[in-house]
């Protein structure tokens, strides 16, 4: 990941937030690090989850001044190389607040992902888009490139979510603030090794917070 990145975006700067795995990841990444200048590695000792770990990116891009904040999943489901796709329409729009990686565009693929896995993301990003009202198609995908001019409009703080809801969440806030989303396409492959981490009691606490973002 950390060497396609590279190639992908030679001039950004690179921050993994590791919730102190157990696999060992923040000793590879820290070892990466002691080698790559651009690379920096936050290991967080007592906290844990996808929602808060991108929060804290995003609070580092914003102390830190730069102008576009990228994320994208670290298990190569994402391609890195898809990312200048993002940022090249970012800076070609500057109206442009959020550019969403977007499975569900024309020109957007799924490799790998069962049909029951493919209708159950369908079915919650439609619920998603219809009871939150969000102007793209994918609003569960990681892979995203931020103005942070923009972000620094929000207050981190007051964030709720610690799991896969944040994903509709910063845009629910987005949007409330007036921000205008791009979805370009991109093609979402299934990982090669390991498991995820969405466990059918986490998928069903991000749906019912998806569900009392309407009402906030």
Request: aromatic content about 8%.
């Amino acid at each position: 990941m950390i060497e396609r990145l590279r190639a992908a975006l030679p001039d950004a700067d690179l921050l993994i937030v590791d919730d102190n795995s157990p696999d060992g990841t923040a000793t590879i990444a820290l070892d990466f690090a002691d080698r790559i200048a651009e690379l920096r590695v936050q290991v967080r000792e007592h906290e844990r989850g996808l929602g808060g770990a991108i929060r804290y990116a995003m609070n580092d891009a914003i102390e830190h001044h730069y102008d576009y904040f990228l994320n994208l999943d670290g298990d190569l489901s994402h391609d890195p190389a898809q990312l200048p796709r993002l940022l090249d329409r970012a800076i070609a729009v500057p109206e442009i607040d959020v550019v969403v990686g977007s499975r569900y565009v024309a020109g957007g693929a799924i490799i790998g992902w069962p049909w029951r896995r493919r209708m159950m993301s369908r079915m919650v990003n439609q619920f998603a888009t219809l009871c939150l009202r969000l102007p793209v198609k994918d609003c569960s995908g990681s892979m995203r490139c931020y103005r942070v001019d923009t972000l620094k409009q929000l207050n981190l703080g007051d964030w709720n979510s610690q799991g896969y809801s944040l994903l509709e969440e910063v845009l629910v806030l987005l949007k409330r603030k007036g921000a205008v989303m791009d979805e370009v396409p991109i093609t979402f492959t299934d990982r090669q090794r390991g498991h995820s981490k969405l466990t059918f009691r986490e998928a069903a606490r991000s749906a019912i917070k998806i569900f009392s973002l309407a009402f906030r």
